[in-house]
Each structure stands twice: as C-alpha cells, then as structure tokens.
C-alpha cells in the first residue's frame, strides 16, 4: 500500500501545542497526565511522523507517540480498551521482573519445576519424553521451552533449547510459576506493585480469567501470559515508557535495570535457532528477546537496532527506541492481513516513527540518552597531529615513569619505521599534544610478525605497580602478555580467553593505576570471539589487581540486582551485558575521567565501510564502571576517519577534566584530537 504524505493534521490528527520551547528540566513523568509538545519542539518532523499515523489509521483504533516523556501525536478514544491478545507477553513478563528483583527467582536459568510441582502436565506424554526436569524459567521466556501453540495443556514438540517455536502455553506456564511463587494473583501483583505506581487504573486495564485452564491453581485465580489483557493506549504508553525508562519511575526502580536489558535483546544461545512453522514465523529466532520482539537483526533497515516491541494479534503494539527516546502505542483492527510474524506490515507504522526525527548529524540513532552532565566539542580537523603514518590500533596506557606506552599493528611505527612490518609492535610516547614524540621500543619476545586476522595485536594497554599488561587478540580470542622493563621483554600466559573477549580492551585510570576505583582490574570487550565481526552488546570481567595473570582469578559481570549494584560470576557462560547497541558493539577503550568522576567509554561504531577514513564515534559516560551509560557524543559519520580504535589518554587529560585529547587510528596513523567537555 502507497501512503500519501499529505494530509490535514488538523482534521485527522490531534497535534498537541500549548508546548514547552525546548527539553528542559530532566525527565518527565505522566503524572497524573502526560505532557503534550508539537513534533517539532521534539526534534521530529511532523509530516514524516504523520506517515505512521495514516497507516495506523487502515486498522482504525487508537494511538500515540511519546517522545522525551511528551505526547506529540495521537488519534481514536484514549480511553477505550482493545483485546490486546499476545502483547499480553510482553505486559505479563514484568512479572518476571518482579520475581527476579525480590528474590522469588534466583535466576532464569532455574527449571521451572522448581516452582511448579505439576509443571508441564497433562498431557502425561510430556514426561515420557523426559525434557520436563530441562525446562528452565529462561525456556519459557524465550519461546524455546517446546510446547505447541494453544494457550492450554500443550505437548511438547521438542527439546527444550533447540529450537523456536510461538506458543500461548509456555508463556501460560511462566505465569503459573510466578503465580504459585507469589501465592497471589497476578492481577493484583501487578496492580499493587507496577500498574499503580505508574499511573494505571483499573478503568485503564483489565486481565481476564484464565481461558484455557481451570479459573484458580492452589486457590488463587489463574491468569495467562499468552493473552488476556485489554487495556488502552495510554496505559501501553505508561508500561513502554517504564521500559524505555529501564524499570525506573520517579526516582524509584521498579524492575530490575538488567532485567529490561535481558528483555531487548536475543539472548546468544537463541539466536539463529530453527524456527518451528517457518512459514509464519521466518527468522524469529535472531530478534525475539523475553517475551518482546525487537529489530536486533537490523530487520527493518531503517530502524534504530535497539527498537523493541510488544506485538499481539490485530496488530497492538508498544514499541519503545531507546536511543530516540520514544515510546508509540497502537491499538486498533489488524494491519497485518495475512497475520504472520512478517515485519513488513508493522514496518509502515514504526519505520516513519523513527525517520521523523531530525539531528544535526542526520537520523539519531544513539543507544543511550543524552548525558545531562556533559557534551563534546571537537577542534578543527585541521588541528589533527597525525604520526606513524601506516600503522593502527594504539591501545595506550600511563606507565609509572610517566610516559605512556602504546602497541601498533600491520605497520611500521614511529619514525624511523622498522625495517619490517609488524602485526604487533611496542612504542613509548614522551611529551603530550602537541609536542609530543613517539619512540618504538624493539622486543623480540613482544612483537609479532603478521597480516590482518592472521597476526596478533594488541587490543588493551595498562600499566599496575610498575608492570605493563598487554591483551592480545587474534590469538584464539585473546590472551594476556606482561613486561617488568617497559616493554623490552614479555611473558606470554598460557591461557586465553576462548569464550568471547575477541577484541578485549583495559579499564585506564591514572598514572601507574593511580586513583583506581578499588583492588580490582577492569576488562571490556564485543560480546565476539572475533575482533572482526560486531557483537550486539559488549561484556565486562574483573580481576584482583594481582591476579591478573591467573585465570582462575576473573570474574563476570552478570547484571545488575534489583538495587542497580553488580552481580558477578565465575562462569563465562552466565555473563551479562555491561552495554547494549545492537549490531553496533565494536572496537573500544575506556579511562576515567578523575576530575569529573566519569567513566568515557570511547567506541568506533561500526559500520560497512573502511573505518580508517570514514566511520562512526560514539562517546558515553558514567558514574560506575558498569554504567549506567548516557551519550556524549554519538554520530554514524564523523567529520573524519575515526579509525578501529579510540580512546582518551589519561595522562593527556586537563587538570579541570573539561580537555581531553582523543587518541585514535584514523588515517591508519596515531592520530591526535583535542576536544572539549560542555558541562551542563
């Protein structure tokens, strides 16, 4: 269907003014109603916005757009309920959340008959087969637990785990698991602890009796997952916006943040799954998260990646964009008429919603919100110090006898160049921009002959108590080599990390570790095994500070528990996301800004092209190495090369922490440019 642009807003649509002038003031809360602002004052474009709203309108209903906490469009009876039929996952799952933050669940990776004694029968031939004991909590979230589509006693068609399959019943059995560990219905649950305290009323929101099983479970009412919420849009509105919110409202953490960063993504050992009735359901497999469908895949082309969504049958929608700050509800008769999971039909309603939103630097697609703290600004690209032409990577470190020290890749160095190209080479830099000098420092057992892929390079610099670490990658992921004479010799550990790390990077404080947070090391790196494939989230470990070169000595960062404080682990296997941008989690270095009390995560953002001379650079900060992150600066295309590495020195810091020389690898050179943190 062609969508004709133009149209009357005034006589179809209700474009809300009597608006405030520009974002001020911090977040808004709809409390008891929602702020009303024009597209405009909001950064979009009324007319491209208007789009969505006239597809929305073949399947008549209601909706609106929400952006920074404003209503800058809606249509229909906003106090009308619709059936909103499988967004009742979505909606139910924060449950989920719930159970989590209070402890009711230890983990989704428990089996659901711990809560669950009569778990998974009738039918009886379920436990012939022998996979009930298997089926975890996580199962059941991800559509990879086995049990057929209908909502009631369902068989199970495979192992759990090994496939994708759409189903009522699975989810209908997670909500008997939160039923029986609460001891409460789940309708007064949510009430009391979620929809309250956001502002929805019971003439918002409704849950029907359980339609497919008995009406009560152990004497208390039964309700569904897989459908059985009516509600309106504002009330969607409301539960998207605690989502975009990260589970925080007014100050207070209602869901666990990490339980809504679990929700957005597909989780690693579901993507690419065999999807179960293929036909209906495509590739569901590469961007299903808990409950919530999302665009990790880069589905729709034109959609930020970090866009997720509740999706019910007639085409009810929540759909939240993180990085636009925008929450859209939709509710009305189906826009999909072949009902099937093809995003093509949802895509003429989202799609406008995030090309209306107009930035300087184009369409913004930042995968955090702005920092209210800071901004950046960049010097001239004439200013640019460009040395070692030829080679790339320098990561770099502040060594103790106040010189940093860096490592290039498939080059030459500093001048004069090594006879010989190096995969990896060691060098010293004296001095700071813009007199400063670069030394190589030859090393027999340090540098590594190469090309590409196929040669080892340095991805992480740091220099603790006298002794410079280096990470290697490209060496079966990545492995650690230490230097007691700066970087004259190494001493290679004979371990590596071979579950993710590709392309792990070094937390950077002061000089020689000074002004650490605390005892330990930190390590960043792409959720990859590769340093040439982007991962759609990076992960974090950490090590006592002496124990650096044990293996045994690392731990995972897990998530964040219900207090926003860090949960670690042991295994590999369970580590959690530090940083979400789908697609989008490359190459990075890290330091701390001392004088801010502020983490500057440095990312090249990664794209098709040759990022040596032409690319994107995102810069966000936080208060803690485990974030919670916000965007200072972020664009798909800088002004120049950013390079496959970046970082901000720490010695090359300014005493106030407002300068900061970013050192980088565009121009396969060691490339210099100041830039200057706005303070807000």
Known sequence: MKIQVSFVLAAIITVLVSLPAAVEGGEVWPMPAWEQARPDEMGMDAGVLGRAHEYALTGGGSGCVVRYGRVVMQWGDKKQRYDLKSSTKAIGVTAVGLALKDGKFKSLNEPAKKYHAGFGMPPESNADTGWLDKITLFHLATQTAGFDKPGGYEKLLFEPGTKWSYSDGGPNWLAECVTLVYGQDLNTLMFERVFGPIGIKASDLTWRNNAYRAKEIDGIKRREFGSGISANVDAMARIGYLYLRRGKWQGKQIIPEGFVDMVRVVPERVRGSAVVKQESYFNASDHYGLLWWNNADGTMANVPRDAYWSWGLYDSLIVVIPSLDIVAARAGKSLNKSRNSDYKSIELFIEPIALSVKTKNGRRVQPYPTSPIMGLKWANAKTIIRKASGSDNWPITWAD????YTAYGDGWGFEPKTKEKLSLGIAKVVGAPPDFEGVNV???????????????????????????????RNTGNSQIAWSRDHGKTWTWCDWKFTVSFGCPTFLNFGKNYAGARDEFVYIYSPDSNSAYKPADQMVMTRVDKDKIREQGGYEFFKGLDGKSSPVWTKNIGKRGAVFINPGKCYRSGISYNASLKRYLWCQTIYGKEDMRFKGGLGIFDGPEPWGPWTTVYYTEQWDVGPGETNCFPTKWISRDGKTCDLL???????????????LE
């Open 442 to 472: 030859r090393t027999e057992s340090g540098e590594r002959a190469g090309q590409g892929a196929k040669g080892a390079k340095a991805s992480g610099m740091l220099c603790v108590d006298g002794v410079l670490y280096m990470l290697v």
């Open 401 to 404: 006898d106040n010189n940093l």
């Open 664 to 678: 980088f690898s565009g121009n396969d050179s060691f490339s210099v440019r100041a830039g200057r943190l706005l």
